[in-house]
């Protein structure tokens, strides 16, 4: 019912840049909380970023405040993560998630999952 489309993962060097985008489709409904979570090999998924329906609240991860940007166009129900000074940690699968209307915290918050898209980032 709701699908989460991805894209602008890619590979690059250490103090780059990348943003990310996410559309969700399939149905009329745009309340949905959305964010970002990433997980790297031999770790679990963690939340990055999120977003409220409404673009006016957000959250980051205290290793990626600063650096990061979670915005959304509510209009067309899409959510970007722009990603600036890029660490060789920031290396991980990325996925989109989303939740109608409430906060997202953990992976067990997610209604909806994006397929993840590969960030790597050089050194």
């Known amino acids: 019912q709701v699908q989460l489309v991805e894209s602008g993962g890619g590979l690059v060097q250490a103090g780059g840049s990348l943003r990310l985008s996410c559309a969700a489709s399939g149905r009329a409904f745009t309340r949905y909380t959305m964010g970002w979570f990433r997980q790297a090999p031999g770790t679990e998924r963690e939340l990055v970023a999120r977003?409220?329906?409404?673009?006016?609240?957000?959250n980051y991860s205290d290793s990626v405040k600063g650096r990061f940007t979670i915005s959304r166009d509510v209009a067309k129900n899409t959510v970007y993560l722009q990603m600036n000074s890029l660490k060789p940690e920031d290396t991980a699968v990325y996925y989109c998630?989303?939740?109608?209307?409430?906060?997202?915290?953990?992976?067990?918050?997610?209604?909806?999952w994006g397929q993840g898209t590969q960030v790597t980032v050089s050194s």
């Open positions: 977003i409220s329906w409404s673009g006016l609240s957000t």
């Open positions: 998630a989303a939740r109608k209307y409430w906060a997202i915290v953990t992976p067990r918050d997610v209604e909806y």
